[in-house]
C-alpha cells in the first residue's frame, strides 16, 4: 500500500461509495479509499499498471479493474492486496461483486465469473461479438446482464452460463446497465444517445 495522496494526479474514471468510504479509480492506475463523511483520504490501492476501469465492494472488500487487464481485490479494512485475477486479455472495464461471487466484463468480448475466496474463473459467458462495456448481477446472484460494442445486451443464467435473452435495438457501444431485480427490468445508456427500459424475463 502507497502512501496516502491526497489526491489523484490524473483522470478519475470511476467510483462507488456507502455510508463510510468513498474509493475512486483513476488513470493514474490507483484507487483512493475516502473515510465519510469527512472524505478523508485514508489509502491508495496501487497494483495495477494501467488506469482503474471500475470498482466495487462489499463488507469486507474492494475490487477493482483495469486497462492492464487484470482484476485486483483488496481488504476493505486493511487495505492490502488480497490476490490479483488474470485471465482476460483485454481491458477489464467492469465488475460486480455479489456474496462469493465477482463477475467481470472485458473488451475481449467474455464475461467471466470468478469465485471471490480462491480467485478460480468458474464460467466464461461467450456469445458478444465485440468488447464489453458493462456488466450488472442480480440480487440472488442468478442473473448477469452485460452490453458493449456489438450493441446488444445479452442477459445470462449465472449457474449455468446459458444466454437467457439477447436484446436488440441500440445503434451504438451499449455503455451502461442497470438491472432492477425487483421489477424484473434492465435500463440501458448507449453512444446512440438512447436510453432503453427492456424487461427481464
Not at 60 to 73: A, L
Not at 90 to 95: D, E, R, S
Not at 111 to 124: P, S
Not at 145 to 170: E, M, Y
Request: proline share 3%; charged share 20%.
Amino acid at each position: 500500500m502507497d502512501p496516502i495522496p491526497q489526491f489523484h494526479t490524473a483522470s478519475v474514471l470511476c467510483l462507488q461509495f456507502d455510508d463510510k468510504i468513498l474509493v475512486s479509480g483513476s488513470s493514474d492506475n490507483t484507487c483512493i479509499v475516502w473515510s465519510l463523511p469527512s472524505y478523508t483520504p485514508i489509502g491508495r490501492l496501487s497494483t495495477h499498471t494501467a488506469g482503474v476501469l471500475d470498482i466495487c465492494f462489499d463488507e469486507h472488500h474492494i475490487v477493482s479493474c483495469s486497462k492492464d487487464t487484470t482484476i485486483c481485490i483488496w481488504d476493505r479494512d486493511t487495505r492490502k492486496l488480497i490476490r490479483q485475477l488474470k485471465g482476460h486479455s483485454g481491458p477489464v472495464n467492469a465488475v460486480a461483486i455479489r456474496g462469493k461471487q465477482i463477475v467481470s466484463a472485458s473488451g475481449d468480448a467474455l464475461v467471466k465469473l470468478w469465485d471471490l475466496d480462491t480467485g478460480e474463473c468458474i464460467r466464461e459467458f461467450k456469445g458478444h461479438l465485440r468488447g464489453l462495456a458493462c456488466v450488472q448481477f442480480s440480487e440472488d446472484a442468478k442473473t448477469i446482464v452485460s452490453g458493449g460494442n456489438d450493441q446488444d445486451i445479452r442477459v445470462w443464467d449465472a449457474t449455468t452460463g446459458n444466454c437467457l435473452k439477447t436484446l436488440h435495438g441500440h445503434k451504438d457501444l451499449v455503455r451502461t446497465l442497470h438491472l432492477d431485480s425487483r421489477n424484473r427490468r434492465i435500463i440501458s445508456g448507449s453512444y446512440d444517445a438512447v436510453c432503453f427500459p427492456s424487461t427481464l424475463s
